[in-house]
């Protein structure tokens, strides 16, 4: 009997001062500034056909913003389209991918309609799947400007 009250009594001791402990500390994101935040994988790309002009329906949202869909999906917005030349007319694109994310965007030079073709003009930005910025590139008359 003895043994059994001093065996009771030695777990109920480990069992309190294991309470006692220290223990590690909580997980917290905002004070660990050594994590590199994961990029989340990309949309599926746009397949683009052929016959696409029967898939696109444009519209106009006010007097500066069209926005063309694809198949349903939002793929590009045209902002602030204006005469640039005798030639060309001038916008800001921005175009998304198929989850609605911001792929990329800038200005562009065009004749008929952006959707068919355009030149990259000025300084485009493009998005990670994060929506941040990755990289900043600038055109002239669709030809990419060196430093």
């Not at 990329?104 to 990259?120: R, S, V």
Request: negative net charge; glycine residues 4%; contains cysteine.
């Amino acid at each position: 009997m003895k043994f059994k009250i001093t065996v009771l009594l030695g777990v109920c001791f480990c069992l309190f001062s294991c309470d006692e402990a220290p223990k590690h500390k909580e997980y917290n994101a905002d004070e660990d500034e050594d994590i590199v935040q994961m990029e989340k994988p990309c949309a599926d790309p746009w397949v683009l056909h052929h016959n696409i002009h029967e898939d696109i329906k444009d519209s106009i949202i006010n007097d500066t913003v069209t926005q063309v869909y694809l198949e349903g999906k939002l793929w590009f917005e045209v902002q602030n389209d204006r005469a640039f030349d005798s030639t060309y007319r001038m916008a800001h694109l921005k175009y998304y991918r198929t989850d609605g994310s911001v792929q990329e965007e800038g200005p562009a030079l065009y004749t008929e309609h952006p959707a068919k073709e355009y030149l990259d003009h000025g300084i485009w930005k493009y998005y990670d799947c994060n929506g941040t910025v990755r990289e900043e590139l600038e055109y002239s008359f669709g030809k990419f400007k060196e430093d």
